[in-house]
């Protein structure tokens, strides 16, 4: 009985040390992942929303809320977003806000996208991203530091989740030269969800038929091979926001055998040796032209250089010229 007593004793002296993460809804019922720190504390936590979902070309913002153990801190701080993954991600936003200020100063905002919404100085570093693309899909993690004289600092080790969607849009259609004289359609296509691919043609009765793509990322690529028939094949994209297409043609070359080929290439050089007469013609007449021109100009007068010289101006001390009188 006495043995029972001593371990029941210390069962209950064991404390849990491990980290603590809950998780809660927002007012606006948007699932939150409450991560706390060590307990007993547990004054350390970031609240962020479990995903954000936005549309190509518009705007999101990725909350972040967070509490600290540092009651009325007022020295420097600085507001980081990461994004990819915690710790080492790449950062996309940074601000430094100087001892006793409200206003923190933008550092690094990556294209110049990403703005500060919320004031670190009341627990608030939600952040707004600007003209959303595809390639902005992915997972934020925020991070505050403390630098005056507390040296702390915490950062989200789930982050935020931005699903950026999109209606299909293609971006690529071509025809391309296959195997053993053949040809093949290639249609590449983006969106999010990645969206579906169809092709319709001669090839396919103008029936349209669904082809399995090759997809990385955002974007999928599908190819109709062994293209049979000449004509107009279009690629068709589709997913649940929407649908896309464009087309490509198909125009072989037949060419002639035996006579007809012959005669058909003679008549190409013989057209060619036409036009190259024509312009040798051409250039003698205007050669000959310019001689009968130059030839009929009369010349001009030219200045005549004078030996003479006034030698009663040169010489005045000569006698005069004898005169005879009447």
Not at 174 to 200: K, N
Not at 249 to 274: E, N
Request: glycine residues 8%; proline residues 7%; aromatic residues 6%.
């Amino acid at each position: 009985m006495e043995g029972s007593l001593q371990l029941l004793a210390c069962l209950a002296c064991v404390v849990p040390m491990g980290s603590l993460v809950r998780t809660k809804r927002d007012t606006t019922g948007n699932l939150l992942n409450t991560e706390g720190h060590s307990a007993p504390a547990q004054r350390w936590s970031m609240q962020v929303p479990a995903e954000v979902s936005a549309a190509v070309g518009d705007a999101a913002v990725l909350p972040c809320t967070f509490t600290h153990p540092h009651r009325h801190y007022d020295g420097p701080l600085t507001a980081i977003w990461r994004a990819g993954e915690p710790y080492a991600g790449a950062q996309v936003f940074r601000c430094a806000a100087a001892r006793g200020s409200e206003l923190c100063q933008t550092a690094l905002s990556l294209h110049g996208r990403f703005r500060l919404l919320g004031n670190p100085r009341h627990n608030d570093l939600s952040l707004r991203v600007e003209r959303l693309a595809l390639a902005d899909d992915g997972r934020y993690f925020c991070r505050v530091e403390f630098s005056g004289d507390i040296h702390d600092r915490y950062e989200s080790r789930h982050g935020v989740r931005l699903r950026v969607t999109a209606a299909p849009r293609i971006v690529n259609i071509s025809v391309l030269p296959g195997p053993a004289h053949a040809f093949r359609a290639l249609c590449t296509a983006e969106g999010e969800p990645p969206p579906a691919l169809a092709w319709s043609g001669p090839a396919l009765g103008n029936r349209s038929a669904v082809v399995p793509g090759q997809g990385h990322g955002y974007q999928v690529t599908a190819e109709l091979s062994a293209l049979t028939h000449d004509g107009r094949y279009t690629c068709t994209a589709a997913n649940s926001l929407g649908r896309a297409e464009a087309s490509v043609y198909l125009f072989r070359f037949r060419g002639a055998t035996g006579a007809s080929a012959t005669a058909l290439l003679l008549s190409a050089l013989g057209f060619k040796a036409l036009l190259l007469l024509g312009f040798l013609a051409a250039l003698a007449t205007r050669r000959r032209l310019e001689h009968l021109v130059t030839q009929d100009t009369p010349p001009r007068p030219q200045a005549q250089e004078s030996n003479y010289e006034n030698l009663s101006q040169m010489n005045p001390r000569s006698p005069p010229a004898a005169t005879c009188s009447p």
